[in-house]
């Protein structure tokens, strides 16, 4: 079985412009290709982390990957699947995020050796003049066709700006210059990324006769049709810093049934035939495949001795004889507490066990918090300093914990 032929037995593959070229390139190592990724914050993220995981399959199989750091493009924002306009950011807050990116990648990529290319597309994208970008290119974009483009239609509701409008016409430069500087003759992104990624293909089809190719990657999704990567309106986050790789596990741990193997079979590199042994598993062998699944993935992101503490943390938890060493923890400063003491709800804030202080009272409303095993009634609850120098462990439901101490 091939590289392409794996891709497709995944379930990774969603479109291709050619796929018999396709095919044959990346099966025998010829595919030079390129993901881009936009700078929007200071890390990647479990959304990343499928194309993360593509890239290291396509490299493994002697194909070369490009990351494209998005510098440029990131000072207009990708419209596609948004409602709204996405917030500027500053040049100095893209270059820090570009840089915190940098070093996650290289967990995933092998970039010694010319193995692999890691670009900014700020390098060229910011020098460009205007008039010279209309002049070159503005004549192979159809206004009619870019409107039609399903990356727009979210956002033509509540109004597309001029300055959205134009990320199609960056995103296809980029593809243009790629193909002129690097040998790239191939594009791979996400589902909902094939209008720009044809904008690009069709952009060196005009200019230079010559032919490119684009792939896209199916976008994880659970049962309902809900994009997977977000716990409690927050996204899981690939910085230990942003989310622990104890909640990393736990995100991984909780999928639903429905959504385990598929999930096992896109993200992790287990071999396909012993993925298809668990497709006959069922009741509590599905908690089994869940374990193996968060064990896999953070492993790969956070390292197996960080993977090794995540799973002992969850079994001691959940089997309540364990310890509280690798539980996440919050530790508060003086500057936290508020006439010597903070309350119940601003502490399931601070330590992301709830998004809002309105989902804080939610949960405990409906029982669905504890402190130290004991269920909070009281949505005024507060602990003072003394109380908080032994720590104190929340709960909310039945598998979220942190331990917060003074």
């Known amino acids: 079985m091939g590289i392409y032929e794996e891709l497709v037995a995944r379930g990774l593959i969603a479109q291709v412009t050619n796929e018999e070229e396709i095919r044959e390139m990346v099966n025998n190592g010829k595919a030079i290709f390129y993901i881009g990724f936009d700078c929007t914050a200071d890390s990647l993220t479990a959304g990343h982390f499928m194309a993360l995981t593509l890239m290291k399959r396509l490299q493994m199989a002697g194909n070369k990957p490009i990351a494209l750091i998005g510098g440029g493009t990131t000072m207009i924002g990708d419209p596609s699947g948004r409602t709204d306009m996405r917030k500027m950011l500053t040049r100095e807050d893209i270059n820090h995020n570009a840089e915190c990116f940098k070093r996650q990648m290289e967990r995933f990529i092998d970039f010694s050796d010319g193995k692999a290319l890691m670009v900014n597309n700020a390098d060229w994208l910011l020098d460009l003049n205007y008039v010279d970008v209309l002049r070159e290119v503005g004549a192979c974009f159809s206004v009619n ?27 296809s430069y980029d593809f243009y210059y790629l193909f002129q500087h ?13 209008s720009n990624m044809l904008g690009g293909t069709e952009l060196i089809r005009k200019k230079l006769g010559k032919d490119a190719h684009a792939m896209t990657i199916t976008l994880l999704t659970d049962s309902q049709g809900n994009k997977m990567g977000k716990t409690a309106g927050n996204a899981v986050w690939l910085d230990p810093n942003k989310t622990s790789p104890y909640d990393f596990y736990q995100y991984w741990r909780n999928v639903g049934d429905a959504d385990v193997l598929k999930c096992i079979r896109m993200l992790t590199f287990l071999p396909l035939d012993q993925i298809e042994e668990m497709a006959a598993w069922e009741g509590n062998q599905l908690n089994k495949a869940k374990e193996i699944l968060a064990y896999e993935l953070t492993s790969l992101v956070h390292g197996e001795a960080e993977a090794k503490k995540a799973e002992a943390s969850a079994k001691a938890l959940f089997s309540g004889k364990g310890s509280d060493e690798n539980m996440p923890t919050t530790q508060l400063s003086p500057d936290d507490l508020t006439g010597g003491g903070i309350d119940i709800m601003t502490l399931l804030v601070k330590t992301g066990l709830c998004p809002s202080k309105s989902d804080a009272r939610r949960n405990i409303q409906q029982g669905g918090v504890t402190v130290n095993d004991v269920k909070v009634n009281d949505i005024g609850l507060s602990f003072t300093a003394a109380e908080l120098k032994n720590g104190v462990i929340l709960k909310r439901g039945k598998k979220n914990f942190n331990k917060v101490i003074l």
């Open 145 to 171: 066709n870019m409107l039609r483009a399903e990356c727009y239609k979210q956002r033509m509701e509540k109004g597309l700006s001029f300055f959205e409008f134009n990320y199609m016409i960056m995103q």
């Open 182 to 194: 690097y040998d790239c003759n191939m594009q791979f992104g996400g589902d909902d990324q094939w």
